[in-house]
């Protein structure tokens, strides 16, 4: 079945780049996204990537895919404290036709 | 685009007791809807689907039920509440362009 695995934590220093990794388990993923959730909120997109691409980059943000290890992760430059939140990596085999599927979120902490 | 509103944002219910929750869509029609139940230390869980009135896929067994009596109306329901239902629920439909566009949900605690 499918499944999305992500590091649960990560804390860096405001400034410093973060980078937050995830894997997935089904080859037939066509788009790949992250999303962000900020403390009692819902869940905001932030960006997504189709399979034939190896790179996306939107400002901060910069996504690479590696397929052949089903290796996503998302980097954030010049990282800030307003950064802090949850981020999770979610598949789908068809964009907004099937359910998609999330990792458990990573905690991303950014220390002033 | 679309804009999904959910009520009510917290609710304490105790246990045995029965639940409600309520989501609906504006800015789309027949839209699929998706329940999501987030709880602590365990990501996002799908616990219903539905692709159009009356039409309900349960991904989790459990004591939750789901309804859609409407084309932009997804109801979220149980008879009797565990402490295990405890937890942040989130509604979600396909977005404009790709990806979902979430709830703001709703934060259950059953004491």
């Known amino acids: 079945g499918e499944d999305v695995e992500q590091s649960l934590f990560l804390s860096v220093r405001e400034g410093d780049s973060s980078v937050i990794n995830c894997t997935y388990t089904?080859?037939?993923?066509?788009?790949l996204y992250w999303y962000k959730q900020e403390p009692g909120a819902g869940l905001q997109l932030l960006t997504y990537?189709?399979?034939?691409?190896d790179m996306k980059q939107d400002q901060r943000l910069t996504v690479l895919l590696n397929k052949k290890d089903k290796h996503l992760s998302l980097r954030i430059a010049d990282t800030q404290t307003g950064d802090s939140a949850i981020y999770f990596c979610?598949?789908?085999?068809?964009?907004?036709?099937?359910?998609?599927?999330f990792g458990k979120g990573t905690r991303l902490s950014v220390i002033a | 685009s679309q804009t999904i509103h959910q009520w009510p944002a917290t609710l304490v219910q105790p246990v045995g007791s029965p639940l409600s929750l309520e989501c609906t869509v504006e800015?789309?029609?027949?839209?699929?809807l998706y329940w999501y139940r987030q709880a602590a230390g365990r990501g996002l869980q799908l616990l219903f689907y539905?692709?159009?009135?009356?039409?309900i896929s349960s991904e989790v067994p459990q004591n939750l039920s789901a309804s859609r009596p409407q084309d932009r109306q997804f109801i979220l329901s149980s008879k009797k509440l565990l402490l295990s239902d405890s937890g942040f629920y989130l509604c979600?439909?396909?977005?404009?362009?790709?990806?979902?566009?979430f709830g703001s949900g709703t934060r259950l605690t059953v004491v």
């Open positions: 979610a598949e789908s085999i068809n964009s907004g036709n099937t359910p998609l599927v």
């Open positions: 089904d080859s037939s993923s066509t788009y």
């Open positions: 990537i189709f399979s034939n691409m």
């Open positions: 800015g789309t029609s027949n839209p699929n």
């Open positions: 539905s692709v159009g009135i009356g039409q």
């Open positions: 979600a439909c396909p977005g404009g362009g790709t990806g979902y566009t």
